[in-house]
């Protein structure tokens, strides 16, 4: 028997001495090593002709009679070697060609006699590409008369055309060539398509209630070369009676590229556990008036998350456009709205009429926010205000000059000393300024000092975050030209870091993530993400990068736009498309750098980039995002608020209940091992 008590105090001992280091980090299922679940659901880059590159002979055609036209083809023999279709014009003087007009549409050449080289596509898609490029090689050889300089004006009778024809026999002329200097060396040609060209082409290969208006879903793409009306009559002259030589039009290389927005399907989306939109209507926002529109704004600026687990979102409400400039009526409010952890709605207040709010600070259960207040004799004028967990405006601070005063970012220090960083600026002349400031009051309100900052650590009525430590704030500005800077409570400053997007680490350094490229929609390049760490001394510890390819190795056009550091010390970083989806990732990283996995977020609701982003870190292994949203035409604006599940960490506060159920649990057992034992002995 006491065998039997010691192998289960043992077992039991063992249980409370491994408990402590059993891991609260815990892989959710399906997201363990390298993983890419990205999914561009909403857009998509696609090549559409078989044969770009001519590994085979293509199709080309002489229209007219005249004989003048001829074409060759070369195929690659391996190596630097490239295939390509030659397509010839030799004129003999005297030979007089078939010109049609000078009052025809321009689509076709001006003669008759023409020559193209042709490729069949298919577009099988029933939606029509958001985008569409025609791409080609081509290089001209000239001879004779047409040679560079041999006579006046010879560069102008001839043009290089590229069309698509349609499988109805609609030509569509997409290009025509007005160069005045044509190469001997390939030249690359990139045109991309406006509006009305995707309607011509591609609409008739699209069904409409079942109805398709060209018989097929194929159609072609030409590229040709043709004499000009000026080979009929130039400068009181007939070329065509006295020019002798050749014009060679040779093309290694042509495709076309779409790309297109396809309804995304709902169950390949990464869907949020909780879900909101905030959002105000006439009479709620403002009073009710004869002029007023339907247009209200509401407008996110600043996510924070409690410890209890509370979410708290700051932004701010407009009146509508009529009011503001026919009637002279202006409503503008900052808003603060209190969310439980799963996003149902507590409470919310209004601040004063025209007052709106650029950051939030929360600490020791009160909230801080900063913004400016339109007044009518100075402009606008910054306002701190500090504000209870229930609501209540616990006081309102105001300060300025004569110009614009606007606050952008708000910290609370340990003593309770608040900062507040000022974009101080005026935009008329001749007294135009900008300049930032750095505000200090006391945890009552009270204004205590303002020191203009060496740095120009603000942009024109921007917003920003404070990460406030003993010695310093860092300030991260998140609208305008991006990027942090220190400012140390003894008065020393200093310029920190570039970057889209920052997150401080527990040892004073930071990690910044940037672009570097292109992130226009019709850039090629694209742009590469920089994800880099720094130590406390500002010194590079490491960078990684990342990007992505279209199919046809062009990048896209990525843009960071927010990231956090999860208690399991994983680093998501929110990066959006900015070219033609405006579809968003979420990479998540270790603090080493190493790229873990990378998936699509977001939905239909989430904003176009000029939009910021809020991201913070809640309980339960829930990360909140916070945003503006618009409707279709654009006149209202709403505040979204979703939590996605992306960890799973037991808090102190779990770990400690479950050590005490176990020594408690140990405790009964011991004692009861010790009485059946006792018990024993005295039978």
Known sequence: MIREVRGITIFVISIIVLSPIISTHQTIEGLSGIEDNSNIASGFYESLLEDPFLEHEPQVMVNGTSGEFSSSFHSSSGGADISYVEMDWTHVENTELDFRSFDLPEVMPDYNDFIYTYQEFEFPYEV???????????????????????????????????????????????????????????????LNLNYFNLVDIFDGMIKEGGVQEDPTDTAILAI????????????????W???????????????????MEIPSDPSTLWQPEYNQTYGTTLGEAFPLHANASDEVMNECYGMKVESDGSVYVTGNTRSSFELRYYEGLSFRNQVLLKYSPSLNLLWQVKND?????????????????????????????????????????????????????????????????IYVVCSDYNWDEPEYYQKTCILNFDN????????????????????????????????????????????????????????????????????????????????????????????????????????????????????????????????????????????????????????????????????????????????????????????????????????????????????????????????????????????????
């Open 128 to 190: 029509r590409p958001s985008t569409a490029e025609i791409s080609f090689n081509f290089s001209v050889f000239l001879t004779g008369d047409f040679a560079p300089g041999v006579q006046e004006g010879n560069n102008l009778m001839f043009k290089v055309y590229v069309w698509v024809i349609d499988s109805s026999g609609n030509w569509y002329r997409i290009y025509a060539s007005v160069e005045d200097v044509y190469s001997s060396k390939y030249e690359q040609k990139n």
């Open 224 to 239: 040709g070369l043709a004499p000009t009306y000026r080979f009929d009559s130039y400068l009181a002259t007939e070329p």
């Open 241 to 259: 009676t006295f020019y002798d030589g050749s014009v060679s039009l040779r093309v290694s290389y042509a495709d076309v590229y779409v790309a």
């Open 353 to 417: 009429n025209r007052t709106q709010v650029r950051s939030m600070y929360i600490q020791g259960g009160y909230i801080y926010t900063t913004g400016y207040i339109q007044r009518e004799d100075t402009g606008g004028n910054l306002i701190v205000t500090k504000w209870s967990s229930s609501g209540q405006r616990v006081w309102q601070s105001e300060w300025g000059g004569e110009f614009t005063q606007v606050g952008v970012a708000v910290g609370v220090q340990s003593n309770g000393s």
């Open 444 to 683: 009552n309100g009270n204004f205590l000092c303002n020191i203009t900052t060496q740095y120009p650590w603000t942009f024109y009525d921007c917003s920003g975050d404070l990460t406030i430590f003993d010695d310093y704030f860092a300030f991260h500005q998140r609208s305008g030209v991006s990027f942090g800077g220190r400012y140390y409570f003894n008065g020393t400053e200093s310029n920190w870091v570039f970057g889209d997007a920052i997150v401080l680490d527990e040892e004073g350094g930071y990690f910044a993530a940037s672009w570097m490229g292109s992130i226009g929609g019709g850039d090629r390049d694209g742009s590469i993400i920089f994800l880099t760490h720094y130590n406390s001394d500002d010194g590079l510890e490491w960078r990684t990068n990342y990007s992505m390819l279209w199919p046809n190795g062009w990048r896209y056009a990525l843009t960071p736009r927010d990231m956090i550091i999860t208690p399991d010390d994983e680093i998501q970083l929110l990066i959006q498309h900015t070219s033609f989806i405006n579809e968003y990732l979420l990479l998540t990283y270790d603090l080493e750098g190493n790229l873990l996995e990378n998936r699509t977020i977001g939905d239909d609701n989430w904003p176009y980039w000029s939009s910021p982003i809020y991201m913070a870190v809640g309980s339960s292994g829930l990360v909140y995002f916070a945003f503006t949203i618009g409707s279709s035409s654009l006149t209202n604006f709403d505040i979204c608020i979703q939590a996605y599940k992306m960890y799973q960490f037991s808090d102190g506060f779990s770990l400690i209940i479950s050590a005490v159920i176990i020594i408690a649990s140990t405790v009964v057992i011991i004692w009861a091992a010790i009485g059946i034992l006792r018990w024993k002995r005295m039978k």
